[in-house]
């Protein structure tokens, strides 16, 4: 499964899963490297219009 993690403010890698770490962190796998960071739970929300009726 491909996950994405957060490795610094700025930074995301994507990669194939490979374990979980009891820290809360996890690694995945991107050719022969292998890195360890937060797991991002869902994708980034984009800006969204909000429109109210005022009758």
Known sequence: ???TIL???YIQI???FVR???C???VVS???DEFEGR????APKL???EVFAVS
Request: no cysteine; charged share 15%.
């Open 1 to 3: 499964m491909i996950r």
């Open 39 to 42: 797991p991002l739970s869902h």
């Open 30 to 32: 991107v050719g022969k």
């Open 14 to 16: 994507q990669g194939q």
């Open 24 to 26: 809360g962190k996890i």
């Open 20 to 22: 979980a770490l009891a």
């Open 47 to 49: 800006a969204s219009h």
């Open 7 to 9: 490795v610094s403010k």
